[in-house]
């Protein structure tokens, strides 16, 4: 049974910093693209930052210099450090992994990830 599971989120002020975790089970992290996508109210589900089974970053233009994707492999833990957050990073993140080895990383749909988390509420102001 797949599963990712979120945490570390929270209300932050301007300018401040956060560090979202996302614990796998059932599955390896270093095989497979992981991404994190975020969502605020009204508006659709956007990509955040992704990383390769390479360990190869992406990140969108919003939050690049921000923020850090990451992942421990020996922990199954896949992270994204936030920086100098901004009240238009207020969304709720959510983790997911695309579990096809031979597709780009990131894939441009975001329905070729597979599985996602519960999702963790982030709120700058």
């Known amino acids: 049974h797949v599963q990712l599971v979120e945490s570390g989120g929270g209300s932050v002020q301007a300018g401040g910093s956060l560090r979202l975790s996302c614990a796998a089970s059932g599955y390896r992290y270093a095989s497979y693209c992981m991404g994190w996508f975020r969502q605020a109210p009204g508006k659709e589900r956007e990509g955040v930052a992704f990383?390769?089974?390479?360990?190869?970053?992406t990140y969108a233009d919003s939050v690049k210099g921000r923020f850090t994707v990451s992942k421990d492999t020996a922990e199954n833990t896949l992270y994204l450090q936030m920086n100098s957050l901004k009240p238009e990073d207020t969304a709720t993140y959510y983790c997911?992994?695309?579990?096809?080895?031979?597709?780009?990383?990131?894939?441009?749909?975001?329905?070729?990830?597979?599985?996602w988390g519960q999702g963790t509420q982030v709120t700058v102001s």
């Open positions: 990383i390769s089974s390479e360990g190869a970053p």
């Open positions: 997911a992994a695309d579990f096809d080895p031979w597709r780009a990383c990131p894939s441009v749909n975001k329905a070729d990830f597979g599985i």
